[in-house]
């Protein structure tokens, strides 16, 4: 069973999971991280760095947001692998507390 990146991360993109993630499974997009879940390992690191709460093990991911497993598995599949921690979008703070952010999602890769 893989973690999850849900909604959330959308127009922030802290990269703090991406640091300490011990298998380099994170996914870039141009505003949006995913897990692919059959690289993660489920080993929990990542979740408490996510300084917006945007990841969950998937049996704990709120059903409001159930198709980012899809998403996550999709996307981690065209986007690039990224393995090193970096500055957050600009916009993070901004949208940090915003919700229903699934329509602002880019499918672009970075």
């Not at 090193?84 to 901004?94: H, T």
Request: aromatic share 8%; with cysteine; hydrophobic share 35%.
């Amino acid at each position: 069973m893989a973690y999850i990146v849900a909604e959330p991360c959308i127009n922030c993109k802290f990269t703090d999971c991406v640091a300490v993630c011990p298998v380099d499974c994170f996914y870039e997009g141009e505003n949006m991280l995913v897990i692919h879940p059959d690289e993660c390992i489920d080993c929990g690191a990542c979740e408490p760095e996510c300084p917006v709460n945007a990841i969950f093990e998937e049996d704990d991911l709120p059903e409001k947001w159930a198709e980012y497993v899809e998403l996550n598995e999709r996307l981690a599949g065209d986007w690039a692998n990224i393995t090193e921690q970096k500055e957050p979008m600009g916009s993070a703070e901004e949208f940090r507390n915003v919700e229903d952010k699934r329509g602002m999602l880019s499918e672009t890769s970075v």
